[in-house]
């Protein structure tokens, strides 16, 4: 199996074309990281909010500890700051789970950026170099098989018209050339043949 043309300048073309789809493929991943970079950007209010949820909860926690050693009223002193530590605790909480919702929607956002990039640049660039790997591999085994020159041939007198003019004409014409089982005509047209699909005899 033969993955790339012999002749130059299909090569080329096929080279160029991988290429590209490889550019193409690596500019789309960038461009999903960039997308989870900026919507991941959404989340700071969620990480403050959670940070000033722990530092005040932290805080009251202390302040209700340090209250409840005062003498006699230490228990009432104690126990609004342990209320407005549990609020606080509360604000870090929904600071957190908004942190975790623009985090999913982020990567959500990137994996569907990245197949959906991928996935339209493999349906532009796969079936035609697979329909190329398989036509050259068809056209390899015709060649090899005992009168495939004489289909080969046949080939190029039924494909483009304007290809066989590179072909020096014989009195009577190619197609006659090739039923009287003309070697040289026929070696001229399966050559045409290879060179369309890219291979060297």
């Known amino acids: 199996m033969r993955l790339y043309a012999q002749t130059p300048a299909r090569r080329g073309r096929q080279i160029v074309a991988d290429v590209i789809a490889l550019l193409l493929i690596a500019c789309a991943v960038k461009f999903a990281l960039v997308v989870h970079h900026a919507i991941m950007l ?29 003498p006699f009223v230490g228990g009432q002193l104690r126990k609004p700051l342990r209320s407005a530590a549990d609020a606080a605790n509360g604000l870090s909480d929904a600071g957190q789970s908004l942190e975790n919702l623009v985090g999913r929607v982020a990567l959500l956002a990137t994996i569907a950026l990245i197949v959906l990039s991928v996935a339209f640049v493999l349906l532009l660039w ?37 290809d066989l003019t590179e072909i020096p004409t014989p009195p009577g014409g190619l197609a006659d050339a090739w039923r009287r089982g003309d070697r040289q005509v026929i070696e001229d047209l399966s050559r045409l043949t290879l060179r369309q699909a890219g291979l060297r005899p």
């Open 42 to 70: 959404l989340a700071e209010p969620g990480k403050e909010a959670r940070n000033a949820g722990d530092s005040l909860a932290g805080g009251l926690h202390d302040a209700g500890d340090a209250a409840s050693k005062v």
């Open 126 to 162: 796969l079936p035609p170099r697979l329909r190329w790997i398989r036509r050259s591999a068809t056209t390899r085994r015709l060649l090899d098989a005992p009168g495939g020159a004489d289909l080969l041939a046949l080939r190029a007198l039924t494909g483009r018209q304007r």
